[in-house]
């Protein structure tokens, strides 16, 4: 079965400067890869999400990098802001497969001031 | 509406109780989902229904037992569970096999305590 793999598992970065976090999957036929982001006590929200067909997308100040032949993908956030100190979730799936999702083991973001 | 809405908030039940985890959307979506997460670990997929047949167990043991009457409603029945079952429990729903529609939408969670 598929296996996400995530790191950093905390990382620490001055207000507005970028954060970046990184996973790697297993299963090739995975074409779908959203990120979650989770506030203390609050469910997991998507925020950006790409599948295999495109190789970076953009919203604002997040984005997401995917390169298939590597079974990487990368979510970058840039000029950080106290709101985005949150755990982020790498997760992939297969769209029109099982429905499964697999989530990564998460990366606790600080930012700090 | 693209709200998962879950109950109860909390539970605190003993080893002997039987409760039940509710989780009921109104989006349309036929696939349900349930997680269990642990503190400071990611959300680890139990159950998948689709088109309210039961299409994924994930090995769960049998203390954990999903229902879905409708489309709309998903439920975990919980017997004879154990401490190490404490946890958030986590309700989500999407389309089938989101093709169209990729995103997986989760409930607030079930915090579960048991003792």
């Known amino acids: 079965g598929e296996n996400v793999e995530q790191h950093p598992s905390t990382l620490s970065v001055q207000e507005g400067d970028s954060a970046v976090i990184k996973c790697t999957y297993s299963?090739?036929?995975?074409?779908?890869f959203p990120w979650y982001k989770q506030e203390l006590g609050k469910r997991p929200q998507l925020i950006i999400d790409?599948?295999?067909?495109?190789g970076e997308k953009k919203d604002q100040r997040i984005a997401v990098t995917l390169n298939k032949t590597a079974k990487h993908f990368s979510l970058h956030i840039t000029e950080t802001q106290p709101e985005d100190s949150a755990v982020y979730f790498c997760?992939?799936?297969?769209?029109?497969?099982?429905?499964?999702?697999?989530f990564g083991k998460g990366t606790r973001l600080h930012i700090l001031p | 509406d693209t709200e998962v809405t879950q109950t109860p908030k909390h539970l605190v039940m003993g080893m002997t109780n039987k409760k039940s985890l509710k989780c009921e959307q109104h989006?349309?979506?036929?696939?349900m989902y349930w997680y269990k997460q642990k503190a400071k670990k990611p959300p680890e997929l139990m159950f998948v229904?689709?088109?309210?047949?039961?299409?994924i167990n994930e090995s769960v043991p049998s203390r954990f037992s999903p229902e879905c009457p409708n489309s709309s409603l998903l439920n975990l029945h919980l017997h004879a569970l154990q401490p190490e079952d404490s946890a958030l429990y986590l309700c989500?729903?999407?389309?089938?096999?989101?093709?169209?529609?990729?995103?997986?939408?989760f409930g607030q969670g079930t915090r579960l305590t048991v003792v």
């Open positions: 989500a729903s999407s389309q089938v096999r989101r093709q169209l529609n990729t995103e997986a939408f």
């Open positions: 299963d090739s036929a995975s074409n779908y």
């Open positions: 790409i599948r295999s067909n495109v």
């Open positions: 997760a992939a799936s297969i769209l029109g497969g099982d429905d499964k999702i697999i």
């Open positions: 989006m349309g979506h036929r696939a």
């Open positions: 229904y689709s088109y309210e047949k039961l299409s």
